[in-house]
């Protein structure tokens, strides 16, 4: 069973920036697409960026604010996010063995991000 284990969330003004990480138990490059979901109170869980090899999915509410990339060597996905807003106070969660940009066999427990307006 492959595990995920997120780090790197917290309280942070808006404006700031944090960097989410993503520690995987097998090799991420093995892992196909991995991802970074989020989910907010009260709504659905929301994929916010998702990579493979060198492509790149970024929903439009992050786009131009959060990068997302990997390092295979160390098996780490992380998730840059700079320009934070109130709104994107989430749980955040590593998803890894993507079958599409959707579709995931593998998750974390996640990781509480919250910025402050």
């Known amino acids: 069973q492959v595990q995920l284990v997120e780090s790197g969330g917290g309280l942070v003004q808006a404006g700031g920036s944090l960097r989410l990480s993503c520690a995987a138990s097998a090799r991420t490059f093995s892992m196909n697409a991995m991802a970074w979901f989020r989910q907010a109170p009260g709504k659905e869980r929301e994929l916010a960026a998702a990579i493979r090899w060198s492509t790149t999915y970024y929903a439009d509410s992050v786009k131009g604010r959060f990068t997302i990339f990997r390092d295979n060597a160390k098996n780490m996905v992380y998730l840059q996010m700079n320009s934070l807003k109130p709104e994107d106070t989430a749980v955040y969660y590593c998803?890894?063995?993507?079958?599409?940009?959707?579709?995931?066999?593998?998750w974390g427990q996640g990781t509480q991000v919250t910025v402050s307006s």
């Open positions: 998803a890894g063995g993507g079958k599409s940009w959707f579709e995931y066999d593998y």
